[in-house]
């Protein structure tokens, strides 16, 4: 049998399962008993909270033959083919990828037709990236929709949805789990699947998450894939000794190994964020709580290397890389270039890249850029303009040892158009 993921093989079943949402579980839970569901829903909160598990739970509940005290039965013909998603009861529609205005009428074309269970529900993922056009067709439905529909509208951007359409909705919000609860969770779970994990593992995938179930469980099944939490880490170590000795082809290295273990960019970019955080904590005399030993061995290997300007600098590059990777084809192309631009900051001529330039000079290291680049800028603090005139065009990158040789070249700036 094909590994089934812990998040697929533990996604709750019922309305109860569901963590540390009780307001949106009982508002929901309420209306199915009392039967007075509303006919559209917005469920906002970051992600992997349980946006569209509620949602299809309350597809199921909906369509359930023997539903009991607003919980679905979850044997039924209905719920198997809810939980199979081969149920013609439940449409979703992820807006993120379907987002024109002949998605969302083909969707609501079918609206008005007829439907095997009572209830006909339409779940519709990342609903704020609709277009306008997308939109206007949604809100026309929403204004009166058939008796046996309910729409639930499921976003991580509430703000950026339409005030017309969140006025027609009723709007839940699902939050961050807390880490204890979460920490029960994985505790539940490890016990139940058998596995062999003690507190350390059960803390570092409760930090790894965020909050997040999903990304909670995702990092356990990389503990338990890894064999501990240990080698998991060496990747971090890698990209964070990569800054300190200004090494690009290390930092590469790193995230390919990362790669090859199952790590997505995103995680990967994610740990290191955590890591940095805490040797800058470290630096500045508090380091955060709840820390296993291993986080605080790798943090004190950096203290004394890095400086207060390059901790804040790949904190912000790695941040922007991290935000840019959710619109990216190949999400580890923004990560390879933010990290090529932190360890060689000659090929970046951003402010910050001079003052690392001019840390290294004042640190007596050699610097990674012609020394004429800084020799003819009259200050540290030089205006755009003058920086543009004064400072040479950035230097090639030397090319970077992968052993991926069917890997595209690295472009040294922006996005591949
Ligand atoms: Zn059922």
Not at 35 to 61: E, F, M, N
Not at 182 to 210: C, Q, S, Y
Not at 226 to 245: F, M, P, Q, R, Y
Request: glycine share 6%; charged share 25%.
């Amino acid at each position: 049998m094909a590994y089934q993921s812990l998040y697929r093989r533990y996604r709750p079943q019922k309305f109860s399962d569901i963590r540390g949402q009780e307001h949106v579980v009982k508002a929901l839970r309420n209306a199915v008993r009392d039967d007075r569901v509303g006919h559209a829903y917005l469920l906002s909160g970051p992600r992997g909270t349980g946006k569209t598990t509620a949602a299809r739970i309350l597809a199921k509940v909906l369509n359930c033959q023997n539903p009991a005290d607003g919980e679905p039965c979850g044997v039924c013909d209905s719920c198997v083919s809810i939980e199979g998603g081969t149920s013609f009861d439940l449409h979703e529609l992820d807006a993120a990828s379907n987002n024109k205005v002949d998605d969302i009428r083909d969707l609501l074309s079918k609206v008005a037709l007829g439907t095997p269970g009572r209830t006909k529900v339409y779940l519709l993922d990342e609903v704020h990236m609709l277009t306008a056009g997308a939109e206007n067709a949604l809100l026309k439905t929403l204004e009166e929709p058939p008796d046996h529909v309910v729409f639930v509208l499921a976003t991580t951007e509430p703000h950026k949805v339409v005030p017309t359409i969140r006025s027609r909705t009723q709007q839940l919000e699902l939050t961050l789990i807390a880490a204890d609860q979460m920490a029960e969770l994985v505790r539940e779970i490890g016990t139940d699947a058998g596995l062999d994990i003690n507190d350390e593992i059960v803390g570092h995938v409760v930090k790894v998450g965020g909050g997040s179930a999903r990304d909670t469980l995702s990092a356990l099944d990389q503990v338990v894939a890894a064999g501990g939490v240990g080698d998991i880490d060496s990747s971090t170590a890698d990209l964070l000794e990569s800054i300190a000795a200004s090494d690009p082809a290390m930092a590469i290295a790193a995230i390919e190994a990362a790669g090859e273990r199952g790590a997505d960019p995103r995680r990967i970019g994610e740990r290191f964020i955590d890591a940095l955080r805490t040797v800058f904590l470290l630096k500045m005399g508090s380091p955060p709580s709840r820390l296993s030993e291993p986080e605080i061995e790798l943090a004190k290997r950096f203290v004394d290397r890095l400086t207060p300007a390059a901790i804040t600098r790949s904190l912000e590059t790695v941040g922007r890389a991290l935000v840019d990777m959710r619109q990216a084809p190949d999400p580890r192309i923004d990560l390879e270039v933010a990290f090529v631009r932190l360890t060689n900051p000659a090929v970046d001529s951003s402010h910050a890249a001079l003052v690392a330039r001019i840390e290294a000079l004042e640190a007596g290291a050699p610097s990674p850029a012609p020394a004429a680049a800084v020799a003819a800028t009259p200050t540290p603090v030089a205006p755009p303009a003058a920086e543009a005139t004064a400072a040479p065009p950035p230097a090639t990158p030397a090319p970077v040892e992968s052993s991926d040789s069917s890997s595209p070249p690295l472009p040294t700036g922006g996005r591949p158009a």
